[in-house]
Structure formats: C-alpha cells, structure tokens
C-alpha cells in the first residue's frame, strides 16, 4: 500500500530530523523537503486505491511513489545499520572530557555512511520533485484523466448477479424477516440484515420489499440504493422524490435548491402519520444512519427500516433501542453442492468422473452463492470429457478469477469491501496473504507481526496491542475475516479468511508487489521483494533469486523435512535480509539459533516457536530493537543474562508443556534467569519464569515491571509470598496471572495483596493453599480462574460466586469438603465449569437461578460422586454434560431406558460418560444407551478423546 509506506516512512523521517545524527551538510533540508513533498502526496495515496485500476496514469504514479518511499526507508535502514557498531564502540556522555574527542572520531568513522545517505537522499530528492510536478488531481478536481476517477459501482452488483432462485433455502431467511417486519410493535424498528458482500443480502431484501403482503402493509415504502461514494444531500433527496412518487404527488420543483436540513424536515412531515418501510441497502458507513434515521419519524405505527451492510457494527449501531441483527450465514454444503450443479450442469446431476474435482472447486467457493453461481456460469461452457481441463481450473483458482472475464462481476463485487477499508487496515488485511490458504491464523500472532511491521498507529491511552487488537475486530467486523476457534470464554482464539476472498485479496497484494508467496510451484519473481512468505520451498528457490531482496519480513510455512536443504545461517548472510524487521522461523528444523540472527539489527519480531532449539546466545543482545522472542515449545531453559538488555522487549514467551497428562504437576517447564530483569521496563509478556533461585532479589525485579499484562511464575516458594504480594501490587496493568508451586505440597502465599490489580481477566493458580485469598472476590473483571492442588476446607464457591463476568472456572483437587452448593442468583455467566478429582466430593446442589447460563458441564473423577447433582434440571441452557471416569452408579441413573435421574438432564442435547481405557478414552453416549462411539466424524466423539482441559494458558 502506497499510503501505508509513506506513513511509515513519515514517522522514520520526523525521527531522524530530531535525533542528533551529525548528518552531512544540506542533507536535513534535502530530508525536510523530501518529508514535506511526500505529506502532500499522502492525501492523494488515501483515495487512490480504490481508483487506480480505472486509472492506469494514477496506477503507475501510484507505484512510483511507493518505489521511492522505499528507497528511503532502505537509506535510512542502511545508514542506521552502518553506525550500530560504531555507536556501540563511542558511546560517551554530556559533560564527559572526552566527548570532544570521541564526537570527533565517531565523525570520522562515519564519515563514509554519511556521504552514502547524502548521495542517496539527493537522488531521492531528484524524483520526488519529478513526481511532484506530475502529481495528479482527484475528487473532481482538475482535467484529463483525474475528472474520471470515481469509486461508484451499482450497489446492487451482488442482486444482479442472484437471483431469488439462486438462493437455495431463501424461503426460510425470508419468512424471519416478514416476522419481524410484521411483529406487532408500534415502535419505529430497524432490521439489519449483515453479512459477507455476495451472500445475498440485497436480494433477501428485495425479497421481502417486493412481497405483495408487505407491501399491503406498508403502503408507503421506498428503496433508496446506496454507493460506497454518495453525498448525503443527494441520498435524502432522493429519498423525497421516491416517496412523492409512491404517494402519487409532484415532487416540489424547490427540492432542488432545498438545504438539508429542510429536506430532512419535509421527509418526516411526509411521513409522520402512516406507517412506513424504507429499505437503506449498501449502508457502508454510520453517519448514513445517524442523518437518515433523523428524518424517520417514530410515530407509534410500527413504521419498520430494513438495512442492508456488510459491517456488524453499522449493523448493530442501527439497531439499538429498538431493531434486530440478521446475520446472512454462507450455504450449507448440501445447499451449495444443489446449486453448484444446478448452474453449473443446467439442472442436470454432476457426472461421476468430475464429481470429485467438482466438490474441490465448491469447496474454494465457501458456501458463497455469489461465488458459487459466478464459477459456476464459468464453467458451464467447458466440455465434461475432459477431466484435466477442470483439474487444472481448481490447481489455479486464483488465475481463474483474475483472467477470466465472465467472473469479473463477481470481483467487482468482493472488492467493494476493500476499497472501502480505511488506509491503516488495508496494510493489516494484505498480511494476510502471506498465510497459506485454510491456515488458522493465531490472534496474538497477527497482533504482534502487525506491530512489528509499523502498521499499527498509536492512540492516547492505548497499547499498540490493545490498536492492533481493535484493529483485528474491525475486520471481523466487516467480514472479512471469520472465527475458526474460540477459547472457552468465548474470545477469539484463531480466525481465517474465506477462501475466495483471500483470493482476491492476494491478487491486489500481488499487483502492487507487498508480497511474494514462494510456493512449490513455479514463481516469476518481481523486481522487488520486501516481504516474502515460503511455503513448503526448498532454499535453492530463495538463492536463485538472493540478488532481489530488500527483506523486512519473512515468514516460514513448511512441512517438517521440507527445509533439509534450506540454510538458515547461509540465507541470514545475504545483504538482502540485513534490515529484516520479521523474522518467523516456527516449525522450522532447528536444532541451534543461528548465530546470523543476531547481526540483524532491526529485527522487531523474533519467532522460533515449536523448534529444537536450546540454547540462546549472549549476543542476543545486539538486537536492540527486538519487540517479541517467541520460544514457546523449544528447549530453551535457560536465558543469558545479556537478555535484560533488551530495553524495548515487549513479550518474553518462553516455555513448553510435556504431553503426559493436563493432571500433571509439572505440565508445563519455564526457563531460568539470572539477568536484572528490572530493566526490562518495556515487557508486558513474561511466561513462564522460574523463580526458585535467587527468589528473593527476583522478585524485587518483577516489581519494577508496572507494565506488564501477563505474567506466568513457576517453581515458587512459601516464603517469597510477601515479595510477590508487593510486586503484583505495582502491576496495575496485569490482565492475566499464573502461579504454579515449586511441589504440590508448597503453599502459595499470596493472600496479602492490599491492592489487586482490577483489570486482572484470568487467574492461575497451582498449589496447595492456606485459606482462600480474600481479595479475588474484589476483581469484577475476572472472566478465568483455574486453581488447582488448592486443597481447601472450606467451600470455595463462597468467595467466587458473585464475580459478574467469571465465564470459565475449574477444579483440580481444590476442595477436600463433602458437598458444594451453589446457591441461587450465583455465578450469573458462567459459560463453562469443570470439576476433577474431588476425591471426597458425593454430592451436589445447585438452587434454581445458579449459573443460569451454564453452557458446559465437565466432571471428572470424583469417586464419591454416585447422586446426580440435586437442581441439575434448573441449568436450562446447558448444552453438553462430560462425565470422566465417573462411579457407574451415577451414570446408571442418568440413562434414558430407565435411570430414575435420566429426567432431570433429558433437556440436555449432548451428555457422554468417557472412561480411561488402555491409553486412550472410550466414549459412551447415554443418549443411546450407553452405545460406544466409534464415529471418527462424530465432532463430540473426537473431542473428548483427550481430557476435558489442558488448562493451558
């Protein structure tokens, strides 16, 4: 993204302008004049994205510019990289008596790096002036080819394309939507239909408009159609003319010189005493709502507005107070298979011999109807005989889309949502691309390569982790992006991009050269190659074309044996990797860290996730600008004490998890250091630190980290309790926290915290405690606690029950008491509860108003445990019940074919006993009598094979 560039580039040329770089002479008024030029052009690159491919003129301005605004990152970088060495050889102090003579030589020394950045920036310079002069002129001003620039596209695209046919199940969507409509409110009501562009919202809509009953009902109606650029005055405008003509009176001759405001005034005199439906379709953004909805008199008749928008929030924006959210969800794969055939083979049955080939392409087409009818009407035309010719059109699907002209309607369409994006998330959404395809994508992942890329702007108040997460909901928000996994409390765990949308996606990324994809087939490389993304390649791919490197990121996605021939400590030697800022090397083959690494200075993200590496080097040090070491799941145990050098380290993740049993003690293994962590002042992710030597000057260190928003202790100690106490206290920020005992036996001592800190979300704790801490019950944001080995005499359901976001609590030998109540109006969202190994646990009460919105109930090992638990029946939204190794005299009484039980968990969908047998867990469902389940396709079935939790954090 051209404009993305130059933000960044902006941001880099304010830094060097401020810092005391003893640059040569002009060189900063050549750099203040290049920053000045390349502002101006900055509100021409905001617009230009959705305009240059109707423009081929701006199209290569375009490109320019964001040639150019690389070169000058590259001379910055270059020159920043060319004086590490002889800072870190020169450094003096103000006032010092050898500062004089030690500028002096470092002027010397770098006398050579500062003529190349002139020479550089003068050339710079030279082009910017050139593309100045043939700047362009947008948004109507100016002549030639500028007056054509226009982002308007029907917003009916998606409707033209489906018809009501095409949209095989319609009749069930349609008829929800008539029952709002006609549900009986004499309140002004907003139905906003959402969801991804091409499924069919505009034609659901018209549906429903052009259904003789609504249109009986609301005898004064009117669509008004909506492009990504309008002008309010107009749209409300048009709005009057359409209901003068529905009403049969002549529109006002004066409409046309009207202000706004009078045409709003006139629209709700027209219609403050009938009851009336407008349809707003394409609503792109809010302020469309918050002007219209202003002329829309609420006149108690129940007047209705549909909205049509492929954003959430617009949707739900819309419908507060009174309104509902309709969420247009992708076909069913039955439904797209019928329609696929249907168009594809004019009604006739897929041919056995493509049928195969022919559920491959559906399958890339996601249950979109728009993308299904389009690729169907494609294929259409092809012979049946011969199988390689749709082979070859499902291998190269992307180069399908982007060539063939009867699927540009539907490109068209997909891309609207993309234009429209804001200039700070195209960057994020082209990142995307670099994900091989059906890839879930890490939540924290994303976050953290985004920041470390520069896309991330900061906001007052705000972490660039808490911009880039909001970054991440707005994009789910807008469609473009859908969850794959959710934790157990309902946060995103993981998410992906549908698979034609990604498609599209990576044609842009591809056209305006952000990334390359080396894959396993055969690449033309661009002249350029700034981010790179090797999927399953071997290395010799990268050396052929070492030569076109300009590397700031670079992403690894490759089957275990696929890197044999790829070396890593070959590859970090090249010239075109020296200013990486990213470097993700998970699931590489890695035995050592490349000594490489270390000598690029600008690395931002360092990730050497599910590798064999060891050990780290002391010369980590070098790499002063690193932001994130991802060491989860490799063998490092130990970090050198150089590590506390990394002044503006942001996440420290380093530890791994043994695979024997979630029950283990000692799960999961830290790593030791013996380094100042004090220093460290920017560290907001510390996992999972062993504490158990040199505990007490340790601790002293985690209280100078006040920024910190996770931390994970191991292997702590009875008597370093007050320390801790005293530290936490100083984290004010922490959102999540784990402590794990040296044994199960020791005590945690944490009961002494005077001042908690209240944004914590999530809470740890393993290990035997004394009494419960008092001061758990005050955090009203908690929505986590798992304790574990607790051992507690008294019912800890006392202190937890009146927490108003606990979503996920659980228990592992917590509580050596008989019974737990839980009594009524507690626990009130509580989503999921597991319980294991309560060896003295044989009964349960639960009174009618607990945990009223318990989804999952896990239970698990608790031999005493024969009653089925008293008030069970009351949990009226449970979905799924877990029994573990459970006494058969309780499962007994649960069964449907005659358990006396079996009525008070028969509102249940899913309950299943599963008992360890053999290594493995054998799953039964009581629903059918205690059948075993051996259907590898059950998704229940596959889910409890392994235990309930890993309590994984």
Same mark, same amino acid.
């Given at each position: 993204?051209?404009?993305?560039?130059?933000?960044?580039?902006?941001?880099?040329?304010?830094?060097?302008?401020?810092?005391?770089?003893?640059?040569?002479?002009?060189?900063?008024?050549?750099?203040?004049?290049?920053?000045?030029?390349?502002?101006?052009?900055?509100?021409?690159?905001?617009?230009?994205?959705?305009?240059?491919?109707?423009?081929?003129?701006?199209?290569?301005?375009?490109?320019?510019?964001?040639?150019?605004?690389?070169?000058?990152?590259?001379? +910055?970088?270059?020159?920043?990289?060319?004086?590490?060495?002889?800072?870190?050889?020169?450094?003096?102090?103000?006032?010092?008596?050898?500062?004089?003579?030690?500028?002096?030589?470092?002027?010397?020394?770098?006398?050579?790096?500062?003529?190349? +950045?002139?020479?550089?920036?003068?050339?710079?310079?030279?082009?910017?002036?050139?593309?100045?002069?043939?700047?362009?002129?947008?948004?109507?001003?100016?002549?030639?080819?500028?007056?054509?620039?226009?982002?308007?596209?029907?917003?009916?695209?998606?409707?033209?394309?489906?018809?009501?046919?095409?949209?095989?199940?319609?009749?069930?969507?349609?008829?929800?939507?008539?029952?709002?409509?006609?549900?009986?409110?004499?309140?002004?009501?907003?139905?906003?239909?959402?969801?991804?562009?091409?499924?069919?919202?505009?034609?659901?809509?018209?549906?429903?408009?052009?259904?003789?009953?609504?249109?009986?009902?609301?005898?004064?109606?009117?669509?008004?159609?909506?492009?990504?650029?309008?002008?309010?005055?107009?749209?409300?405008?048009?709005?009057?003319?359409?209901?003068?003509?529905?009403?049969?009176?002549?529109?006002?001759?004066?409409?046309?010189?009207?202000?706004?405001?009078?045409?709003?005034?006139?629209?709700?005199?027209?219609?403050?005493?009938?009851?009336?439906?407008?349809?707003?379709?394409?609503?792109?953004?809010?302020?469309?709502?918050?002007?219209?909805?202003?002329?829309?008199?609420?006149?108690?008749?129940?007047?209705?507005?549909?909205? @049509? @928008?492929?954003?959430?929030?617009?949707?739900?924006?819309?419908?507060?107070?009174?309104?509902?959210?309709?969420?247009?969800?992708?076909?069913?794969?039955?439904?797209?298979?019928?329609?696929?055939?249907?168009?594809?083979?004019?009604?006739?049955?897929?041919?056995?011999?493509?049928?195969?080939?022919?559920?491959?392409?559906?399958?890339?087409?996601?249950?979109?109807?728009?993308?299904?009818?389009?690729?169907?009407?494609?294929?259409?035309?092809?012979?049946?005989?011969?199988?390689?010719?749709?082979?070859?059109?499902?291998?190269?699907?992307?180069?399908?889309?982007?060539?063939?002209?009867?699927?540009?309607?539907?490109?068209?369409?997909?891309?609207?949502?993309?234009?429209?994006?804001?200039?700070?998330?195209?960057?994020?959404?082209?990142?995307?691309?670099?994900?091989?395809?059906?890839?879930?994508?890490?939540?924290?992942?994303?976050?953290?390569?985004?920041?470390?890329?520069?896309?991330?702007?900061?906001?007052?108040?705000?972490?660039?982790?808490?911009?880039?997460?909001?970054?991440?909901?707005?994009?789910?928000?807008?469609?473009?992006?859908?969850?794959?996994?959710?934790?157990?409390?309902?946060?995103?765990?993981?998410?992906?991009?549908?698979?034609?949308?990604?498609?599209?996606?990576?044609?842009?990324?591809?056209?305006?050269?952000?990334?390359?994809?080396?894959?396993?087939?055969?690449?033309?490389?661009?002249?350029?190659?700034?981010?790179?993304?090797?999927?399953?390649?071997?290395?010799?791919?990268?050396?052929?074309?070492?030569?076109?490197?300009?590397?700031?990121?670079?992403?690894?996605?490759?089957?275990?044996?696929?890197?044999?021939?790829?070396?890593?400590?070959?590859?970090?030697?090249?010239?075109?990797?020296?200013?990486?800022?990213?470097?993700?090397?998970?699931?590489?083959?890695?035995?050592?860290?490349?000594?490489?690494?270390?000598?690029?200075?600008?690395?931002?993200?360092?990730?050497?996730?599910?590798?064999?590496?060891?050990?780290?080097?002391?010369?980590?040090?070098?790499?002063?600008?690193?932001?994130?070491?991802?060491?989860?799941?490799?063998?490092?145990?130990?970090?050198?004490?150089?590590?506390?050098?990394?002044?503006?380290?942001?996440?420290?993740?380093?530890?791994?998890?043994?695979?024997?049993?979630?029950?283990?003690?000692?799960?999961?293994?830290?790593?030791?250091?013996?380094?100042?962590?004090?220093?460290?002042?920017?560290?907001?992710?510390?996992?999972?630190?062993?504490?158990?030597?040199?505990?007490?000057?340790?601790?002293?260190?985690?209280?100078?980290?006040?920024?910190?928003?996770?931390?994970?202790?191991?292997?702590?100690?009875?008597?370093?309790?007050?320390?801790?106490?005293?530290?936490?206290?100083?984290?004010?920020?922490?959102?999540?926290?784990?402590?794990?005992?040296?044994?199960?036996?020791?005590?945690?001592?944490?009961?002494?915290?005077?001042?908690?800190?209240?944004?914590?979300?999530?809470?740890?704790?393993?290990?035997?405690?004394?009494?419960?801490?008092?001061?758990?019950?005050?955090?009203?944001?908690?929505?986590?606690?798992?304790?574990?080995?607790?051992?507690?005499?008294?019912?800890?359901?006392?202190?937890?029950?009146?927490?108003?976001?606990?979503?996920?609590?659980?228990?592992?030998?917590?509580?050596?008491?008989?019974?737990?109540?839980?009594?009524?109006?507690?626990?009130?969202?509580?989503?999921?509860?597991?319980?294991?190994?309560?060896?003295?646990?044989?009964?349960?009460?639960?009174?009618?108003?607990?945990?009223?919105?318990?989804?999952?109930?896990?239970?698990?090992?608790?031999?005493?445990?024969?009653?089925?638990?008293?008030?069970?029946?009351?949990? @009226?939204?449970?979905?799924?019940?877990?029994?573990?190794?459970?006494?058969?005299?309780?499962?007994?009484?649960?069964?449907?074919?005659?358990?006396?039980?079996?009525?008070?968990?028969?509102?249940?969908?899913?309950?299943?006993?599963?008992?360890?047998?053999?290594?493995?867990?054998?799953?039964?469902?009581?629903?059918?009598?205690?059948?075993?389940?051996?259907?590898?396709?059950?998704?229940?079935?596959?889910?409890?094979?392994?235990?309930?939790?890993?309590?994984?954090?």
């Amino acid at each position: 993204m051209a404009d993305s560039s130059v933000s960044f580039l902006l941001d880099k040329l304010s830094s060097l302008l401020q810092e005391e770089v003893n640059l040569q002479r002009g060189v900063r008024e050549d750099v203040q004049h290049i920053k000045d030029e390349l502002e101006r052009h900055k509100a021409i690159l905001m617009k230009a994205d959705s305009m240059e491919d109707k423009d081929p003129e701006l199209k290569v301005w375009v490109k320019r510019v964001r040639e150019i605004a690389e070169d000058m990152e590259d001379a +910055i970088d270059e020159y920043s990289i060319r004086l590490v060495d002889h800072q870190q050889g020169n450094k003096y102090q103000q006032g010092n008596k050898y500062s004089f003579i030690h500028r002096m030589v470092f002027g010397l020394k770098t006398l050579g790096a500062r003529r190349r +950045i002139a020479s550089d920036i003068q050339g710079i310079k030279s082009k910017v002036e050139v593309l100045s002069n043939e700047r362009p002129i947008i948004s109507g001003v100016g002549s030639g080819s500028s007056q054509r620039l226009s982002s308007r596209l029907d917003s009916q695209g998606d409707a033209l394309l489906l018809e009501e046919a095409d949209l095989v199940g319609i009749e069930q969507p349609k008829k929800q939507v008539c029952d709002l409509l006609f549900k009986d409110e004499s309140n002004r009501a907003v139905i906003s239909i959402y969801g991804m562009g091409g499924l069919g919202k505009t034609t659901l809509a018209k549906q429903v408009y052009d259904d003789p009953k609504v249109k009986k009902r609301f005898r004064i109606h009117a669509w008004v159609n909506l492009s990504q650029s309008y002008k309010m005055e107009e749209l409300l405008k048009y709005l009057f003319q359409q209901l003068h003509s529905v009403i049969g009176k002549p529109v006002p001759e004066a409409v046309g010189t009207m202000k706004i405001e009078k045409v709003k005034e006139s629209i709700k005199n027209l219609l403050q005493g009938s009851r009336y439906l407008i349809v707003l379709d394409n609503v792109w953004h809010v302020n469309v709502w918050d002007a219209v909805r202003l002329a829309l008199p609420n006149n108690n008749r129940g007047s209705r507005v549909m909205i @049509t @928008t492929r954003n959430r929030d617009i949707a739900s924006y819309s419908c507060a107070g009174f309104g509902k959210n309709f969420h247009l969800e992708f076909l069913p794969e039955q439904e797209a298979w019928s329609l696929f055939c249907r168009k594809t083979f004019q009604g006739n049955s897929c041919p056995p011999h493509l049928e195969e080939v022919c559920r491959k392409i559906l399958k890339l087409c996601g249950g979109l109807p728009l993308a299904i009818v389009a690729v169907s009407g494609a294929l259409a035309t092809r012979g049946t005989s011969n199988i390689e010719e749709w082979q070859i059109v499902c291998r190269s699907f992307g180069s399908e889309i982007d060539g063939n002209d009867k699927l540009e309607d539907m490109k068209k369409v997909l891309s609207l949502s993309f234009n429209e994006l804001p200039y700070y998330l195209k960057s994020c959404l082209l990142y995307l691309s670099m994900f091989p395809g059906r890839h879930a994508i890490e939540h924290m992942r994303l976050i953290r390569l985004w920041i470390a890329e520069g896309f991330v702007n900061g906001e007052d108040g705000k972490t660039l982790e808490e911009v880039a997460d909001s970054y991440l909901k707005e994009l789910l928000n807008r469609s473009f992006l859908h969850v794959v996994e959710k934790t157990s409390d309902g946060r995103m765990k993981t998410c992906r991009m549908h698979d034609l949308l990604r498609e599209i996606v990576s044609f842009k990324s591809k056209d305006q050269n952000f990334a390359t994809i080396a894959g396993d087939q055969e690449l033309v490389w661009p002249e350029r190659v700034r981010r790179l993304s090797v999927i399953n390649s071997s290395y010799d791919v990268l050396r052929q074309n070492k030569t076109r490197f300009k590397l700031r990121s670079l992403l690894m996605f490759a089957f275990p044996d696929s890197l044999n021939l790829f070396s890593l400590h070959e590859l970090c030697s090249y010239t075109g990797v020296k200013l990486l800022r990213v470097l993700d090397l998970k699931d590489s083959p890695l035995e050592d860290f490349p000594a490489e690494i270390v000598n690029l200075y600008l690395l931002k993200y360092l990730s050497l996730k599910n590798t064999k590496v060891k050990s780290i080097p002391g010369s980590i040090k070098k790499l002063q600008n690193l932001e994130t070491l991802n060491l989860k799941h490799t063998y490092v145990t130990e970090l050198p004490v150089e590590i506390a050098e990394l002044k503006r380290l942001r996440h420290l993740l380093v530890y791994r998890y043994e695979i024997e049993s979630y029950a283990h003690f000692h799960l999961r293994h830290g790593f030791k250091v013996a380094a100042p962590i004090g220093n460290m002042l920017s560290l907001q992710k510390l996992c999972f630190i062993e504490v158990d030597q040199g505990s007490g000057a340790l601790m002293v260190e985690l209280g100078k980290l006040t920024q910190l928003r996770r931390l994970g202790i191991r292997k702590m100690r009875k008597e370093d309790g007050p320390a801790l106490c005293s530290a936490i206290e100083k984290m004010i920020h922490l959102r999540s926290l784990s402590i794990t005992a040296i044994n199960e036996d020791e005590i945690i001592d944490i009961h002494n915290i005077s001042k908690p800190p209240q944004y914590l979300q999530q809470l740890y704790l393993s290990g035997r405690l004394e009494k419960f801490p008092q001061w758990i019950n005050s955090l009203k944001n908690l929505f986590r606690v798992f304790l574990k080995w607790s051992r507690l005499k008294e019912d800890p359901l006392q202190y937890l029950q009146n927490l108003p976001n606990l979503r996920h609590l659980e228990f592992l030998q917590v509580y050596i008491g008989e019974t737990l109540h839980f009594k009524a109006d507690g626990f009130p969202n509580l989503k999921v509860l597991g319980l294991d190994d309560l060896k003295g646990l044989n009964s349960m009460t639960i009174e009618e108003g607990a945990m009223q919105g318990l989804k999952k109930l896990v239970i698990q090992r608790c031999g005493s445990f024969k009653i089925v638990p008293l008030g069970i029946e009351h949990l @009226t939204k449970l979905k799924t019940i877990e029994f573990f190794d459970m006494p058969d005299e309780l499962i007994t009484a649960l069964r449907p074919n005659g358990g006396e039980d079996y009525w008070r968990v028969q509102h249940v969908p899913t309950v299943y006993s599963t008992y360890w047998r053999d290594g493995g867990w054998d799953v039964y469902s009581l629903e059918t009598f205690g059948e075993r389940v051996t259907d590898s396709n059950h998704s229940t079935a596959k889910r409890t094979l392994e235990p309930p939790t890993l309590w994984k954090v």
